[in-house]
């Protein structure tokens, strides 16, 4: 094997690929990527066994062949190079030796027999997404999933099919979010709609493939796995068994009292009144009158705080403990320079929404004053 590429094409192919490794795991060629030259360029993946990775980039190719080169030492490499051409060549005991200017580098390499084989995928497109839409739906939802790894549908988002328009939603049973965009095409047929559970860490790495706002997705799915593909870059994960609750009676229907408040300004108090939160439950009590909201924070032996906000409000006077770091968690992907805060009693949920995208929301559920 021998190729010579282009330093910035090598590098952003593996940094795309080398966030999966396993860099301690109990199989040390999943701490590796698999190198492969082929006619017009060189094929990158990485694997988990739970999810894998691939992409093509271009290069001159002098003499096929593959490889296994440890991830982290490859990447740690190419960062630090120069923007010069890069010649790899594949020496005997799988060594491989990099060249770049007056830098040379000799790694050892594994086998490519030894990698695991790559997650079979479909490319036949259940849907099929802008880039700008499916940045901003694992975005705006990505947050409210649970870090209990054991709660497995807890710790995914869900995506829905329904009549041209994909819907994600993420919850740990605290607090949700919820988004609807239109796809760019999806596949209708008599099982619409369909729901997937997708891990999260699958979206995190397909955010990295995301450069390019018009750039398309397709979505797909095949036997236990499930893929995004974007031209010849294509993230495979195995599907999440579990039950996703029941969001929709979840999302209140009849919260009527409507606190319209500027974002910025809210984000910023909410964050100085959280300082001194106590530190388990983060809860900031929100003390709403006419054109008046307070923001108070006081069951801490560390101290007490105070914010006054002008509202739009001329609804009844209610009172509600909210943890602040979910609603910072909202207020911090949304777009709008005002968000409503949608509440019922100091009981029930406080629903956020903004005027200009009625396909976005966000659900707090009330702390215990």
């Not at 080398?18 to 082929?38: F, N």
């Not at 031209?231 to 495979?236: D, I, K, L």
């Not at 209140?252 to 500027?262: C, E, R, S, T």
């Not at 910072?328 to 005027?355: G, M, P, R």
Request: glycine content about 6%; charged content about 30%; some cysteine.
């Amino acid at each position: 094997m021998e190729i010579r590429i282009d330093k910035n094409v090598f590098y952003a192919g593996v940094q795309k690929v080398q966030g999966i490794v396993e860099p301690k795991g109990a199989m040390p060629i999943l701490a590796h990527l698999l190198i492969t030259a082929e006619k017009d360029g060189i094929n990158i993946k990485a694997t988990d066994l739970e999810m894998g990775i691939q992409g093509f980039y271009p290069a001159n190719v002098i003499k096929e062949g593959s490889v296994s080169l440890n991830a982290r030492k490859l990447f740690d490499i190419l960062r630090e190079l120069p923007d010069q051409e890069i010649h790899l060549v594949q020496e005997e005991n799988h060594w491989m030796t990099l060249k770049s200017g007056r830098s040379k580098f000799r790694l050892p390499g594994l086998s490519a027999d030894e990698f695991p084989k790559f997650p079979e995928y479909s490319e036949d497109a259940l849907m099929q997404f802008s880039g700008l839409h499916l940045k901003e739906m694992i975005r705006k939802t990505q947050f409210a999933t649970s870090p209990d790894e054991t709660r497995q549908a807890l710790n995914a988002l869900l995506l829905e099919k329904n009549n041209g328009v994909a819907t994600i939603v993420g919850t740990d049973g605290h607090r949700l979010s919820l988004i609807h965009r239109p796809l760019l095409k999806s596949q209708d047929d008599a099982s619409d709609p369909t729901s997937f559970l997708l891990p999260k860490k699958t979206l995190m790495e397909i955010l990295k493939l995301v450069e390019e706002d018009d750039a398309e997705f397709s979505f797909s799915e095949k036997g236990n796995h499930l893929a995004f593909i974007h031209g010849r870059e294509v993230v495979v994960s195995r599907k999440i068994e579990g039950k996703f609750p029941n969001y929709k009676q979840v999302v209140p229907q009849d919260n009527k009292l409507q606190v319209v408040i500027n974002k910025e300004e809210l984000l910023h108090a909410l964050k100085r009144v959280a300082i001194l939160a106590d530190e388990k439950s983060k809860m900031v009590r929100f003390e709403i009158s006419e054109d008046s909201l307070v923001l108070v924070s006081d069951a801490t032996d560390q101290g007490a705080a105070r914010e006054e906000l002008t509202i739009a409000y001329q609804g009844e006077e209610i009172s509600i403990g909210l943890n602040a770091r979910y609603v910072l968690d909202i207020l911090s992907v949304v777009d709008s320079e005002e968000v409503t805060l949608n509440l019922k009693d100091q009981n029930h949920s406080c629903l956020i929404t903004v005027e200009k995208d009625k396909d976005y929301l966000g659900i707090v559920m009330p702390m215990r004053l």
